[in-house]
Structure formats: C-alpha cells, structure tokens
C-alpha cells in the first residue's frame, strides 16, 4: 500500500510540475492544482490513516486518530483553493491585457507583445 501511494504522488508531483512548465496560462493552473493534491496526498499518507480509532483519547479505546495530517491537508485545501482562484483571474488579466494566454506575454510567432 505504501508504494502505491508514493507512486501516486510521484506520478502527480511529475504530472504538475510537467505542467506547471508548460507555455500557457491553462496548463500551468492545472499543473499547480495537480500539485497541491500531491501535496495533500503527501500530507494525509503521513498522518498513519489509522481505521476504527476514535479521533479523541478515550480510556477505554486501544489508540487514536492523530488529527495533526487531518488539519493540516483541510488547511492546504482552503489554501490551494484561494491560490487557484486568485491564479485564474490573474491569467485572465493577463489574457485580457497582452491578447494572448502565453506565460512569458510572448504570441505564436515569438514577438513580445
């Protein structure tokens, strides 16, 4: 189970920054989302998923849920929300001001803008 989930978020940290390098303002949000659930993937694997544990310390149960990896992955949601947000209406400034949706304000056949 372990290398399935490092599998997963290698494949999804490779995917994002694949994108994230990419020169149009589209593929680099989407590369940045992919990301950030890499990273939250990341976050919530490391916590120890425990199954069956109450999430408060109980005297009667054996364990608990540690919350900490829970908190921290709701944070980086609310987080990677408002980033992607804010991403999107600064490229469609950007597609509005320079005409075209090229990362470097570069159009099709290389002139600057």
Do not use: W
């Not at 390098?21 to 120890?48: E, I, K, Q």
């Not at 005297?59 to 609310?78: F, K």
């Amino acid at each position: 189970m372990e290398a399935l989930m490092s599998a997963i978020v290698g494949v999804l940290t490779a995917c994002g920054v694949y994108l994230m390098l990419r020169g149009r303002t589209f593929p680099v949000v989407l590369g940045l989302t992919l990301l950030t659930y890499a990273v939250n993937l990341f976050l919530f694997s490391s916590g120890r998923l425990a199954i069956g544990v109450p999430p408060i310390i109980q005297e009667q149960a054996s364990g608990y849920a540690d919350p900490l990896p829970q908190a921290l992955v709701l944070t980086a949601i609310v987080i990677s929300f408002a980033m992607t947000a804010f991403v999107i209406m600064l490229s469609l400034k950007a597609r509005a001001e320079l005409g075209n949706d090229q990362v470097d304000g570069r159009s099709e056949g290389g002139e600057v803008s």
